[in-house]
T-cell receptor, first 117, second 115 residues
Framework: KAGVTQTPRYLIKTRGQQVTLSCSPISGHRSVSWYQQTPGQGLQFLFEYFSETQRNKGNFPGRFSGRQFSNSRSEMNVSTLELGDSALYLC????????????????FGPGTRLTVL | AQKITQTQPGMFVQEKEAVTLDCTYDTSDQSYGLFWYKQPSSGEMIFLIYQGSYDEQNATEGRYSLNFQKARKSANLVISASQLGDSAMYFCAMRVPNAGNMLTFGGGTRLMVKP
C-alpha cells in the first residue's frame, strides 16, 4: 500500500509570489490534514479536509487556503508569500471520519520544504 | 483548547540504555488520545505509540512504552535499549474527537544516542 505522497519536495519562491502544494493520501483515506513546521513556532495545524469539505481550520491568515478533490487528493495554496512562510509543510492522511476512534492514526507524508527569499 | 508541553529541548542517552521523554498535557475534554511521533532529519513524522484517555493499561509497542499518569496529566515516552537510529526529534501530540483529526503538538525533544 503506497504511503502519503507530497509534491514538490522542495520549493524556492520569492516574496509576493503564490505557491500550491499537493498531497495524495493513502488509498481509501478521506481525511487530509495540513501542518506547518517552523523552528520558531513548531508544528501548527493549518486545516483538515474530509470528503471535500473543510472540517477544521487553524489560526492562520486567509492567505492560506486549501481544497480537496473527489479522489481525496488535497492542495494547499499560499498567496502573497512572506519570508515567515518558509517552513516544512506536512500533510497527514487518515481514514477517520466524524466521531472516529481516538486512536485514529495519522499517516504523514515526507513534507514539502518551502523557502521564501 | 488543548496544550502539550515537552520540557526537555534536548537529551543525550548512552546506547543500550533506557530513556524517558517527558510530556504533560492540558485539556478540558474527558475523551482524548495521546500520540508520540518520531521525526528523523529527513522530516517525515513516524507514529510510535498511542494512549487513549480511557485506557487503563499503559500502551507498549516493542521498545516503546508510554507511562500514562492521568491524574498528573502526563504521558511520558520510555524507550528501552536505545539504538543509534533512535537519534531524532520526538513529538508528543493530542487529539480530541470533537476537533476532527487535528493534532496538537508539543515543542519536541531532540534525542541524541551516544555510541
Amino acid at each position: 500500500k503506497a504511503g502519503v505522497t507530497q509534491t514538490p519536495r522542495y520549493l524556492i519562491k520569492t516574496r509576493g509570489q503564490q505557491v500550491t502544494l499537493s498531497c495524495s493520501p493513502i488509498s481509501g483515506h478521506r481525511s487530509v490534514s495540513w501542518y506547518q513546521q517552523t523552528p520558531g513556532q513548531g508544528l501548527q495545524f493549518l486545516f483538515e479536509y474530509f470528503s471535500e469539505t473543510q472540517r477544521n481550520k487553524g489560526n492562520f491568515p486567509g492567505r492560506f487556503s486549501g481544497r480537496q478533490f473527489s479522489n481525496s487528493r488535497s492542495e494547499m495554496n499560499v498567496s502573497t508569500l512572506e519570508l515567515g512562510d518558509s517552513a516544512l509543510y506536512l500533510c497527514a492522511s487518515s481514514s477517520g471520519g466524524p466521531g472516529a476512534r481516538g486512536d485514529n492514526e495519522q499517516f504523514f507524508g515526507p513534507g514539502t520544504r518551502l523557502t521564501v527569499l | 483548547a488543548q496544550k502539550i508541553t515537552q520540557t526537555q529541548p534536548g537529551m543525550f542517552v548512552q546506547e543500550k540504555e533506557a530513556v524517558t521523554l517527558d510530556c504533560t498535557y492540558d485539556t478540558s475534554d474527558q475523551s482524548y488520545g495521546l500520540f508520540w511521533y518520531k521525526q528523523p532529519s529527513s522530516g517525515e513524522m513516524i507514529f510510535l505509540i498511542y494512549q487513549g484517555s480511557y485506557d487503563e493499561q499503559n500502551a507498549t509497542e516493542g521498545r516503546y512504552s508510554l507511562n500514562f499518569q492521568k491524574a498528573r496529566k502526563s504521558a511520558n515516552l520510555v524507550i528501552s535499549a536505545s539504538q543509534l537510529g533512535d537519534s531524532a526529534m520526538y513529538f508528543c501530540a493530542m487529539r480530541v474527537p470533537n476537533a476532527g483529526n487535528m493534532l496538537t503538538f508539543g515543542g519536541g525533544t531532540r534525542l541524541m544516542v551516544k555510541p
